[in-house]
T-cell receptor
Framework: DQQVKQNSPSLSVQEGRISILNCDYT??????FLWYKKYPAEGPTFLIS?????DKNEDGRFTVFLNKSAKHLSLHIVPSQPGDSAVYFC????????????FGKGTKLTVNP | GAGVSQSPSNKVTEKGKDVELRCDPI?????LYWYRQSLGQGLEFLIY????????KSGLPSDRFSAERTGGSVSTLTIQRTQQEDSAVYLC?????????FGSGTRLTVV
């Protein structure tokens, strides 16, 4: 039972355009969401997060949107750069309990020069 | 050290052998996690240590898997009688207040 789903295993965009990575979740108890970025042979690194009390969080070229009613979040990268090419994982958690994160399967983003 | 350190970085073992994977978390991080990533899969939760509390072992796939965390610091993940389906990248992370920092992982190959 996948509680966090990233239905697109891969995405390819042109440099300078917008990248939109999507994530859906099924557990309505989740109230904290994160995006991680992973390069080959490295561990995932934290990118951006959002609490369920917000519907948008922005950090430079990265913006995360949360639609609680649809149980959907998305990561927007604009403008996309070749160095953004990596696997992006969506993760979710229930605050107030353990800090355990539930991860999606990841989306491999390729930004073409 | 500055980050989470895992060793070895690569391990090839024969089916049926036992393996031990080590994780050195960031000093001061009270929480430590083990995840694994099998080919084409996401990050699968295995086990979670938080301070002196009993570990959350709910993600361990079988009783061949065990982990311990000595002195609230270094952790060892042990897989007994390895099987080919155990082949994966095993990732350790430590955190404080959701600030997960992952190590680079141990790539385990069971032949």
């Amino acid at each position: 039972d996948q509680q966090v789903k990233q239905n697109s295993p891969s995405l390819s965009v042109q440099e300078g355009r917008i990248s939109i990575l999507n994530c859906d979740y099924t557990n309505s108890m989740f109230d904290y969401f994160l995006w991680y970025k992973k390069y080959p042979a490295e561990g995932p690194t934290f990118l951006i997060s959002i609490s369920s009390i917000k519907d948008k969080n922005e950090d430079g070229r990265f913006t995360v949107f949360l639609n609680k009613s649809a149980k959907h979040l998305s990561l927007h990268i604009v403008p996309s750069q070749p160095g953004d090419s990596a696997v992006y994982f969506c993760a979710a958690s229930v605050t107030g309990g353990s800090e355990k994160l539930v991860f999606g399967k990841g989306t491999k983003l390729t930004v073409n020069p | 050290g500055a980050g989470v350190s895992q060793s070895p970085s690569n391990k090839v073992t024969e089916k049926g052998k036992d393996v031990e994977l080590r994780c050195d978390p960031i000093s001061g991080h009270t929480a430590l996690y083990w995840y694994r990533q099998s080919l084409g899969q996401g990050l699968e939760f295995l086990i979670y240590f938080q301070g002196n509390s009993a570990p959350d072992k709910s993600g361990l796939p079988s009783d061949r898997f065990s982990a311990e965390r000595t002195g609230g610091s270094v952790s060892t993940l042990t897989i007994q009688r390895t099987q080919q389906e155990d082949s994966a990248v095993y990732l350790c992370a430590s955190s404080i207040n959701y600030g997960y920092t992952f190590g680079s992982g141990t790539r385990l190959t069971v032949v």
